[in-house]
């Protein structure tokens, strides 16, 4: 365990590593920059902003710079907000997105998982069938579609739910659904068809045969097993929830990272870019390496290499 713990964290330091280089250059290729949309700004000024952030060096000598400074935790003040660092950015607007992303999780983990089961349990009914088909939907319909359908009937036909905002627990209600639809309804297709493979196996047989109760042979047995694939998809539903609450933040007007994000490549900051991009790059490879640990806590049977 031990040897694979830190073999897995240097491969996500080599991973991280390619993601900021592949960013870094790949952003400075893209004609522009951060100082074309200011108004009225004369060529001396122009000069002399790019001295201050260090955009006038050859940009092999900007790289350096910036990976040496983001080894040892800065990654310099933003370009565009004046004042203000990137690590200070982060520090106040993550926290938003992960309370709403980290709610989302919950919700798709509490819902998706026993109506995963409970169809399963009742295979080829009725109510298999409805959430064979909510679940279709839900895999289907983007994100941004099901924050419009909302904020049209909850918000402004019925209004009764805050459209924009997150003050208060009802304004949590539209963004929560709408991240939380998507990874609910894969989740639910996922724990059947893995609910199903399991209650067919030769030991859920003969727990029956011997007697043992539907709720200990659900929970002690199949349960445990069936729930691995779940695992799996823990750490791609991280990065969706992540991810796809860059766009609802956008449209409930959410003061998260996502915004923040989506701002600083619209303005061409390019420190937040870098610092957000690696800040979330190492987030998810931090989490994939918990769901490989939880693998083997759940099922000691797995041998990690």
């Known amino acids: 365990m031990g040897k694979y713990i830190v073999k897995r964290v240097l491969l996500a330091a080599v991973t991280i590593f390619a993601v900021a280089t592949l960013t870094f250059f790949l952003m400075n290729l893209v ?9 009225a700004v004369s060529p001396k000024a122009m000069a002399a902003l790019e001295a201050k952030y260090g955009l006038d060096k050859p ?6 710079t910036y990976i040496g400074d983001a080894l040892h935790g800065d990654f310099g003040e933003s370009l565009k907000q004046r004042g ?11 926290p938003v997105s992960a309370r709403l992303g980290g709610i989302s999780v919950l919700v798709a983990l509490c819902i998706g998982i026993p109506l995963g089961c ?11 069938n409805l959430i064979s088909v909510i679940s279709t939907c839900g895999i289907a319909v983007p994100s941004f579609v099901i924050c419009t359908l ?11 739910l805050p459209t924009f905002g997150l003050t208060s627990w009802k304004h949590y209600i539209m963004p929560v659904i709408s991240l939380a639809f998507y990874p609910t309804a894969y989740i639910m297709r996922l724990m059947r068809s893995s609910m199903l493979d399991v209650l067919g196996q030769d030991y859920m047989r003969t727990a029956r045969a011997k007697g043992v109760g539907q709720s200990k042979r659900l929970f002690k047995h199949a349960l445990r097993n069936a729930i691995l694939p779940v695992i799996t998809y823990v750490g791609p539903m991280l990065a969706y929830t992540l991810t796809g609450s860059f766009v609802v933040e956008k449209i409930f007007t959410i003061p998260g990272l996502g915004s923040e994000f989506i701002g600083s490549i619209t303005n061409r900051d390019y420190t937040v870019i870098m610092g957000t991009t690696i800040f979330l790059a190492t987030l998810l490879v931090v989490m994939n390496v918990v769901v ?6 759940v099922d000691p049977r797995i041998k990690l290499k």
């Open 59 to 64: 940009l092999s000598q900007q790289y350096l």
């Open 84 to 94: 203000r660092t990137v690590m200070s950015i982060i520090t106040t607007k993550f």
């Open 118 to 128: 409970f169809a399963a349990l009742h295979r080829g009914k009725f109510l298999d």
């Open 31 to 39: 004609p522009g920059g951060p100082f074309l949309s200011e108004k």
């Open 150 to 160: 909302l904020m049209y009937f909850l918000g402004v036909h019925l209004q009764l």
């Open 292 to 297: 490989d640990i939880l693998y083997k806590i």
